[in-house]
């Protein structure tokens, strides 16, 4: 049963206009949240992150947004450029556990 | 070193051959995890790593996968009898400790093992 889910396996968007990357997730547990992007043939990298006493957290371009009571985070990324293109991980973890990820998604930004 | 290094980048082996992954944490780092992505799939967790701690092996996927790690350093990941649907891309990651999740976990750029 897949506790991390990102329905959605890949995403094209036109170059200046917003991403919008969501992530789902059932246990009520999780009290921390990481977005990781990942180029092909390199390890994925660290993005941004939101605990769950926020509900928004914003770094540049890029914010993360998190619904609690849907179990629903969002990461926005305004305006997209051609190097966001990558694939995009969505993890979650409750204290003191590892982090879950989910199946990820493929952002494609088109020039 | 500056950051998390695993050897090969790449290996093909024959259905049935035993294969040994290497990962080289950032120096300081106490915690180390072992993963795995299949084609498709998302990171799967294999075996979790803490100082001398005993480690979490509860991802392991069957016995013929087995890891070790002396201390706080290098860690190698052994697959005996490999199948096919062991193909996947293994990463290996390492942080401070398991509780400095600020920032996650810093991860290599991985193995790709490609059993034929």
């Known amino acids: 049963d897949q506790q991390v889910k990102q329905n959605s396996p890949s995403l094209s968007v036109q170059e200046g206009r917003i991403s919008i990357l969501n992530c789902d997730y059932t246990?009520?547990?999780?009290?921390?949240f990481l977005w990781y992007k990942k180029y092909p043939a390199e390890g994925p990298t660290f993005l941004i992150s939101?605990?769950?006493?926020?509900d928004k957290n914003e770094d540049g371009r890029f914010t993360v947004f998190l619904n609690k009571s849907a179990k629903h985070l969002s990461l926005h990324i305004v305006p997209s450029q051609p190097g966001d293109s990558a694939v995009y991980f969505c993890?979650?973890?409750?204290?003191?556990?590892?982090?879950?990820f989910g199946p990820g998604t493929r952002l494609s930004v088109l020039p | 070193g500056a950051g998390v290094s695993q050897s090969p980048s790449n290996k093909v082996t024959e259905k049935g051959k035993d294969v040994e992954l290497r990962c080289d944490p950032i120096?300081?780092?106490?915690?180390l995890y072992w993963y795995r992505q299949r084609l498709g799939q998302g990171l799967e967790f294999l075996i979790y790593f803490q100082g001398n701690s005993a480690p979490d092996k509860s991802g392991l996927p069957s016995d013929r996968f087995s890891a070790e790690r002396t201390g706080e350093s290098v860690s190698t990941l052994t697959i005996q009898r490999t199948q096919q649907e062991d193909s996947a891309v293994y990463l290996c990651?390492?942080?401070?400790?398991?509780?400095?999740?600020?920032?996650?976990?810093?991860f290599g750029s991985g193995t790709r093992l490609t059993v034929v």
């Open positions: 939101i605990s769950s006493i926020k």
């Open positions: 246990n009520s547990m999780f009290d921390y």
């Open positions: 120096s300081g780092h106490t915690a």
């Open positions: 990651a390492s942080s401070l400790d398991r509780l400095s999740y600020l920032v996650g976990y810093t």
């Open positions: 993890a979650a973890r409750s204290y003191g556990q590892n982090f879950v």
